[in-house]
């Protein structure tokens, strides 16, 4: 069977996790459920069906090598490492895998494209869903990896699943964030799924669709990987001139919603992005009072809390709906309804120059 | 004009302020609003009077001798100190702080019983209140300062005032904790005032009436005085075998609520016993959201909260009424209205045998 590279992403930093993630230390270097970090679950994930994929390669920030290759060190074959030195969104991130892939392998090599950072609870689950994508792919479809919704969530990007393609689907409609009526509508109607992040591609089908519907980012991308070197521990650093000037967009924009080659494949696995603390609460298992007490944590007369500490004892009293997470030398406390909120700490200590914080 | 020996009663732990007090450093040790500890303002408002205060000495516990000497280090005069083996409530502290200071001064001289944890506003407006309660203790009163209410108050005891002796007044009636509509009947009515725990008594009157309504605590105290020894430190140290078998009581009910040698000085000096994170809140300045922030504390979005770090960074968003307060290996959250619960926390540490907490 026709066997995946997988293209980890591992360039966020996730500041919506903070104070846990760090610009120096990001989300997906840090295990947020369990006791391996989301890095390490997101290469299992993969290494875990062998005959879907081959080894893993990830993109990660060039300040990042020396902390991801730590959590690589026991790995027999730790994965090729390519490292940006800057972050450009994730357009330029598949160009560049692209280029590399097609150059390093073979032009119709099957790349996935896969975030670092994300929770998957079935791997066979997310293994099947990738299988039944690859005819596609191998077809010459974008595939995008659509999660089945499981709540009318009003923060993800919807598609519009179109006429059947064997074990996939047309993609009749991209959807920006809905409000939540139309995101109950979306969840009762059953045919639209969250964009997952996730992309199934042939490389020399994404370096055609990339070149066409945004080649400024196609070029700089190719030049930034020619011109990229060699790190001492073994990295290829992308060229900062040429990738600085690559234009900053997802892959969502610059390609997939202009191509008509794309194509969606259901994901069903138990997926969540973690992308704020309320979605971690979601996501992990609660005590009798519907709180998560993660470390050293005592809850009195609490309910459905987070309380997470890499350190001290964190005690809370009468407290409902709260999160309180302590984590170097920071503690974030707030109501597990605004942790989309934690965004503006992080700004207000940029704007304090807070830096150490950050 | 007659000079008054403060006796400051350094012996509770003020575990109602855990995580900042503790068992080994307790409330009194603590800079609780501005620069100075509790126990250093308290020696302060009586040296800054010295027409009425001779210098303070000070009972505290025999564990906390090092931790408080350190605090008098800097002092030219540093006070006497006399050593409790263990804590035996008030009464004991009130007999053995009068038979000290009638051997070591004179029978007659007044001493002014008060607790070294209690925030008090104006030193001026307190010692008037004590210069006027002089005389009535000079004709073998014992005089309470009775705190005028500044609220309906359900925490507190309240002397109801009598006939005027003076400048003073007689007691009436002494009440337990009253209920809401009961206190602010209390607070309407004008003269009831909350029992502040601060005593002016002649030291041979209180022997006297110590003997009479509480004699086996007199008899104890005496003794644990009589064996006392000298510490290394040039305190003194309270024989243990005698002051254990004290019995535990508070000088209130153990003789002021017995004898009709009573008098009530009224006192109206901004005072606070600051006996819990909201009456904390309560006495602090505020910024125009209401909230009260010590150390490294961003709050955003966020009214009416006490935060207070002794080092790291804390950061509030969206939060209200909320009490949040990290100090050495500990952080605290529990809601504004309910901070009488933070001894369940203590209670539930030692049931935890988490030692190192308390």
Redesign the interface.
Known sequence: MTQIIPAIMSGGAGTRLW?LARVANPKQLHALMGERTMLRETLERFSSAPDVFQPSMIVCAEGHETIVREQLADMDEPPRLILEPMGRNTAACAAVVAYWVAAEAAPDSLVLLAPADHLVSSAAAFADAVRRAIPAARDGRLVSLGVRPTHPETGYGYIRLGEPIGDVFEAAQFVEKPDRATAERYLAHGGYLWNGGYFLFRADRMIAEMERHAPEIAARAREALERGAPTAAGGLLLNAEAFAAAPSDSVDYAVMEKTDQIAVAPLDAGWSDVGSWASVWDASAKDEDGNVLIGDA?A??SSDCLIR?D?????????KD?V?V?A????????RG?TQ??K??VN??ADLK?HE?L
Chains 1, 2 share one sequence.
């Not at 170097?328 to 109501?335: I, R």
Request: no cysteine; aromatic share 0%.
């Open positions: 104070p005592l009195i007369g500490s350190s001290r004892l964190i005690a809370a009293v009468g407290v709260l309180i302590a170097g030398d920071a503690v974030l406390v707030v109501p605004l909120d934690v503006k700490i207000r200590l807070r914080l």
